[in-house]
Each structure stands twice: as structure tokens, then as C-alpha cells.
């Protein structure tokens, strides 16, 4: 039976070190970098999805930055897997090893679970249905959720009302809930993974983390995020595209439309980061197959980095 190839990942939330760890765990373990991050894909997003420079890459290469145009129309979760996957047979190909980093839960799941993008079609319907009672009472798609399909009602940020009322959706055209229909990424059937994953989780204490988080706001501030937001504006893009609502982009945008002083908008983006992070922290804690690692409680990135390889090593019986 041919073996099947080791997939290593680096996952962990915003702030928490991982895109210098993973510099020093593929030099040490020969790979290349696949980035799992949901905004770092677009072109143009460099400073708010904080897209490593050529610089902090020393030479790594990269893979999934910058692959997609911030209005592209077509770009999921399942077109992520399939670039993703050519990516893996491409390093593979070169005899490296394929690292993917990133906190965006959806994508690294896309790549760790035996998936299926063939759920349900979308229905006009019952979509604008859930659309015009959100619009009437805020919240009321999320409390129909967790009558529904609770599972999913925790995994989702009440906010997040794409994918509520996708939920919602599926569970009205099939009776089911969309965790049991392909796309809710909880079950899992390892003989059915195409790749051997070895996972290693970047953790710190709370306040350590919340304290790195307003730091790197205030660095992006300072490297021009504001201006890298006009920038996307004067190329024609549309404020209501799903790109421009990642963290950073939609808090100042609404600053440049008026609603919100730029001091407001900076405390919103740590504000609202902090969140996400937390939201992340409670993601991947959910999966047994991530070795753990608190960043802090190391020397310095080098000696994350040696640790982490190590074990991926370890497993591998190379060590």
C-alpha cells in the first residue's frame, strides 16, 4: 500500500508568532509554506493580513499569498483545497515537505478532514427569508440556529451571518443539519484523508497574546494600513466586498466613509482582533490531533522552531 504523504501544520491565533516559527521550522525540516489564511490570498492585502515580506520569508517559498484578485467572485473553501493540494503534489514533487500555516480554521480543516463541497444547492428563497428577519430583529438567524442545529450555532460568531444563514439554508432544503452534510467539518474518517497530518498549535497566556495583538495594530498603523485600504479603494473595489470586511479593513473603512474617528477605528480593529483570537483559540482547542506549544515559554522563535521540527521528525521516526 503506497504511503500516504505527511502533511505538516502551524496553526494557532492572530499574533501568537507563527509565521516566524514556521520560517525556522522549514529550514530545519526542508519545506516550503503553505499559507492557510483566509485574507492573505487576495492581492493588494499585505499590511492588514500581515502577508510576510520577502524578507521575514529568508528565502522560504511561499505558497497561496496573493493568488486571488479582493473581488473575486468564485474563491471558497473548496477552491482554496484544490490550489492548496496542487501546491502539496507540487513541493512533493521537488522532495520537500509541505508546511501549512495559518489560523483560518475553515481552510487548515479543508486540508485535515476528509470533506465534501457537494451540500446543498443555494436557494433565493429561504436565503432572503433569513436575510429580511436579520435585518428585522439582529440576532434572530443565530437564535434560529442553535434551535436547529446547535453544533454549528457554537461554531459560528453570531456576526458571521454569511454562514448562519447558510446553515440555515441547508438544514431547511434538507431536513439535516449542515454538520452531517459535508460541510461542518466535525466528522472525521482519517482513512479517508488523502495526507498523514502532523499538527503543532501556538498558545500563550491571554494577556501576553492581547498585549502582542494591540502591539502589531499599532506596527501595522505605522507601516500604512490606512493607505493600503485607499489604495483599494482607488483601484474601484466595492467596501461591501467579503474581502474588505476582514479585521482592519472593514474598521477603517468606516472611518474613511465617516462613521468613526481614526482613534475609534484603530481600538476597534484590537478590539475586534482580541475577539477573533479568542474565537480561534476555542476552534483549535477542539482538535485532539494538535501538540501544543507555548510560545512564551521559549527562549527565543529559534528554539520554538527546533522544538516543534523536532517532534515533526520525531513522528515522522527521522529522529
Known sequence: MREKQKLYFIVGPTASGKTAASIEVAKRIDAEV????????????????????????????????????PDEPKFSVARFREMADACIVDIAAREKRPLVVGGTGLYVNALTYPLSFTGAPADPTIREKYVSLEAEQPGAAHKRLQE??????????????????????VFELTGRPISENGEGFLALDASKLPYTVRIAGLTMPREVLYARIEQRVDRMMEQGLLDEVKALLEKGYSPELPALQGLGYKQLLSFLSGTITLSEAVEAIKRETRRFAKRQITWFKRDSRIRWYDAAAYADTSALGAAIAAQFLQEDGEE
Do not use: C, F
Not at 57 to 67: C, E, K
Not at 148 to 169: G, T
Open 34 to 69: 503553505i499559507s492557510a489564511d483566509s485574507i492573505q490570498v487576495y492581492r493588494g492585502m499585505d499590511i492588514g493580513s500581515a502577508k510576510p515580506s520577502m524578507e521575514e520569508r529568508t528565502g522560504i517559498p511561499h505558497h497561496m499569498l496573493s493568488v486571488v484578485a
Open 148 to 169: 436547529v442545529d446547535p453544533a454549528s450555532a457554537a461554531r459560528l460568531h453570531p456576526n458571521d451571518k454569511k454562514r448562519v444563514i447558510r446553515a440555515l439554508e
